[in-house]
């Protein structure tokens, strides 16, 4: 019986705690996995905390009333994430606050006090693993402990484990594909003659863009998961700055550039790439026009798709959805399920 904490309870730690509801018996039975979720804690949200459990049924239906996790009954409240971790007695924790790009936190912080307590990791933060992949995994080596982060890269889209299990023993010599749900979306509906500024309202309309955009149309986004890729994947130790990497986003596309690129039979995407150059190993973020043949190409509206050329199979190509309440929680589920399989061997 495992016990879990869940730091950061918005929409993917939300449908995280969805998918563990609807899908507790499903575990149970065919994997043999039972947990017991103990701690919730969110910046917004308040926290609780019960060493016996919480019901997360209950505490699923009180939060979408809008209701404070400090009122939900339970053992403690008002404890921050910091305090949660270190009294919560969990055996796991779900890491899900918001991305930080420039610094990593407060995910970093999480992910640090969480492997000095003695827990496994489950992180969706692009930041922590972007700018600390190298430390935070050579710390849960040493510790004898296991850190996930398939959500990081492509949401629920399983790529991390497709590197990790299902292309082990092969040479991966470059990765490139569309790694940004929103400015695909965009791309898309510009390739059918909308314009940059409607586009952007649709995605902001849809979800799938802030706001401010910045992170998402400059190319940042894109920018920290192909820092992902070739620090975990290659074993780099590169750091996700816009400013002295390769990082173009797509403000400087116009309907123009779209329609010609169209007649010419091709189709402009943000592909983010790495690659090794020698014993270098290279990424880079910016707009391509690419031929229609190209498996990229027919990646359209807010999926995601990565192109992998490897040496004994060539290349092998994955697509789905980079984002989302569902296939984001999904991610996490799916390393739920990794740690138990590794630790039952």
Known sequence: MYKLALIGFGVVGQGFAE?????????????????????????????VL??????????????????????????????????????????????????DI????????????????????VTTNKGPMALFAKELLQDAESRGLLLRYEGTVMSGTPVL????????????EEMQGILNGTTNYILSQMAEGGSYEDALKAAQQL??????????????DALAKVC??????????IHPDPIALPCVGITGISVEDVARAKKAGKVYKLIGRVWREGNEVRVSV????????????????????????????????????????????????????DIHQSLSR
């Open 102 to 121: 420039k610094t990593g936190e407060p995910g970093t912080s999480h992910i640090r006090k969480a492997l000095a307590q003695g827990m496994h990791v």
């Open 50 to 99: 019960d060493r016996q459990g919480l019901d997360l049924r209950e505490l699923l239906a009180w939060v979408g009333e809008g209701k404070s996790l400090d009122q939900f009954p339970g053992e403690k409240h008002g404890l921050d994430a910091l305090e949660t971790i270190e009294v919560a007695g969990a055996e796991i924790l779900f890491e899900a606050t918001w991305t």
């Open 228 to 237: 992902i890729l070739a620090n975990t994947v290659f074993g780099a130790a």
């Open 207 to 220: 979800g799938y863009a802030e706001a401010v955009p910045d992170a998402d149309v400059l190319g940042w």
């Open 161 to 172: 484990n497709l590197l990790r299990h299902s292309l082990a023993g092969c040479c991966i």
């Open 19 to 47: 998918l563990l509801r609807d899908k507790q018996s499903t575990l149970r039975e065919a994997y043999g996995l039972e947990f017991q979720v103990v701690a919730v804690c969110d910046a917004q949200r308040g926290s």
């Open 286 to 337: 910016g707009p391509q026009e690419l031929d229609k043949e190209d498996p990229l190409a027919g990646v359209n509206g807010a999926q995601n798709a990565l192109k992998i050329s490897t040496d004994v199979l060539g290349e092998v190509t994955i697509r789905g959805f980079g984002a989302g309440k569902t296939p984001t929680g999904y991610a996490m589920l799916v390393d739920f399920l």
